[in-house]
């Protein structure tokens, strides 16, 4: 049996009177334990003071700093977190089991965002090492905005639960700290968009996604596509994550090429044309002037401008429309869409032109 299912001690101190007695023994400063971690003195301070969950990253360098075992560091921090909020029982323990159901749980577990076996000894504890926050409270601070904007983009034909949306755009968070970015370079992201372009006419996602990633990556935008969770009607969301660094997340929503490549570049134009303090959503029953910016941006970079006409009077016919397509670059079902936003073409008609994608692996 492993060491987090035999993990369980009568005493409920914090992690980090532990923490704090393997430094006294080794005669670590604050400031030494903060350098060996690779961590700001700030972030080893709350350590010490059990401020902040041991997420996994922090257990693992746990265990080459001070010891034990990661398994170890994980499974002490859920037993006093558990153990504590078992101790608030009442109006806490409520609102606690109330968050849970606004959480896509069920899709979280089945997509390999939370660890079962954490999970299965406290949800609550799981979620909130998840979010990377230390209550509820904290949750709620910092996904305000998140929570206000889904909720704003919600409809009775378009419902959204707002926790659903969080817990996507944090997965995308996580995701693209993996890729390695260049500092941001809005001029060369512009002329990478069009370098871009060509790859519409790729119809499997093995193919154009590394693409995307990596000439992204070279112009400061970590681009991550992640399952939207049920309850998450976004079909993409783009942030500052630093100054130097762009996120732009997409869920390929509708599984389509012409839906997912309008929302690339309408993204990428929210980046070029908008503030960097702000957060973009879209999806959902919100219109605004930056929306419609993004939209004629993405629009003018799949159809230029000066084909525009020519798209006006094109002849919406299967033979018409590849050549056209194949005319200025980019696919036949982008074309179809267009025409069918424009309502030339009827909602089911020609269809088949679009290049349709499926998810695979984790999550069928």
Same mark, same amino acid.
């Given at each position: 049996? =492993?060491?987090?299912?035999?993990?369980?001690?009568?005493?409920?101190?914090?992690?980090?009177?532990?923490?704090?007695?393997?430094?006294?023994?080794?005669?670590?400063?604050?400031? *030494?334990?903060?350098?060996?971690?690779?961590?700001?003195?700030?972030?080893?301070?709350k350590l010490l003071k059990s401020r902040l969950p041991i997420?996994? *990253?922090?257990?693992?360098?746990?265990?080459?700093?001070?010891?034990? =075992?990661?398994?170890?560091?994980?499974?002490?921090?859920?037993?006093?977190?558990?153990?504590?909020?078992?101790? =608030?029982?009442?109006?806490?323990?409520?609102?606690?089991?109330?968050?849970?159901? *606004?959480?896509?749980?069920?899709?979280?577990?089945q997509?390999?965002?939370?660890?079962?076996t954490l999970f299965d000894a406290n949800p609550v504890a799981?979620?909130?090492?998840?979010?990377?926050?230390?209550?509820?409270?904290?949750?709620?601070?910092?996904?305000?905005?998140?929570?206000q904007m889904a909720a704003f983009r919600s409809s009775p034909t378009f419902p959204s639960r707002p926790g659903a949306v969080a817990a996507w755009l944090r997965q995308g968070e996580m995701e693209s700290t993996s890729l390695a970015c260049k500092p941001w370079?809005?001029?060369?992201?512009?002329?990478?968009?069009?370098?871009?372009?060509?790859?519409?006419?790729?119809?499997d996602p093995k193919q154009f996604v590394p693409e995307i990633l990596r000439r992204s990556a070279d112009c400061g935008v970590a681009v991550a596509i992640v399952r939207a969770p049920e309850g998450c009607r976004a079909s993409g969301a783009t942030r500052f994550l630093s100054p130097s660094r762009a996120l732009l997340l997409l869920s390929f929503r509708y599984l389509s090429d012409d839906h997912f490549w309008f929302t690339f570049f309408h993204e990428a134009g929210h980046l070029v044309l908008h503030s960097k303090k702000a957060l973009f959503l879209e999806g959902g029953a919100a219109s605004t002037a930056e929306e419609r910016e993004a939209n004629e941006f993405s629009a003018a970079t799949l159809v230029p401008p000066e084909f525009q006409n020519e798209l006006e009077r094109l002849s919406v016919d299967r033979h018409a429309i590849r050549n056209f397509a194949k005319k200025i670059g980019v696919s036949p079902g982008i074309v179809l869409g267009q025409l069918q936003f424009r309502g030339r073409a009827r909602r089911n008609q020609l269809n088949t032109l679009r290049a349709r994608f499926r998810w695979t692996g984790r999550g069928d």
């Open positions: 049996m =492993s060491d987090k299912k035999t993990f369980n001690p009568d005493w409920v101190s914090p992690p980090g009177d532990t923490i704090a007695d393997i430094l006294e023994e080794r005669s670590y400063s604050l400031t *030494e334990f903060a350098e060996r971690m690779g961590q700001a003195p700030k972030l080893a301070h997420s996994p *990253e922090t257990a693992r360098r746990l265990e080459l700093v001070l010891g034990a =075992s990661a398994d170890f560091w994980m499974a002490r921090d859920t037993q006093y977190r558990g153990t504590t909020s078992q101790d =608030s029982i009442g109006i806490e323990d409520k609102s606690q089991q109330a968050w849970l159901k *606004e959480l896509p749980v069920k899709d979280m577990l997509f390999g965002w939370l660890n079962e799981a979620c909130l090492r998840f979010f990377g926050v230390a209550d509820l409270q904290a949750w709620r601070a910092t996904y305000r905005n998140v929570l370079d809005p001029k060369s992201f512009q002329k990478a968009l069009l370098e871009m372009r060509p790859l519409t006419r790729k119809r």
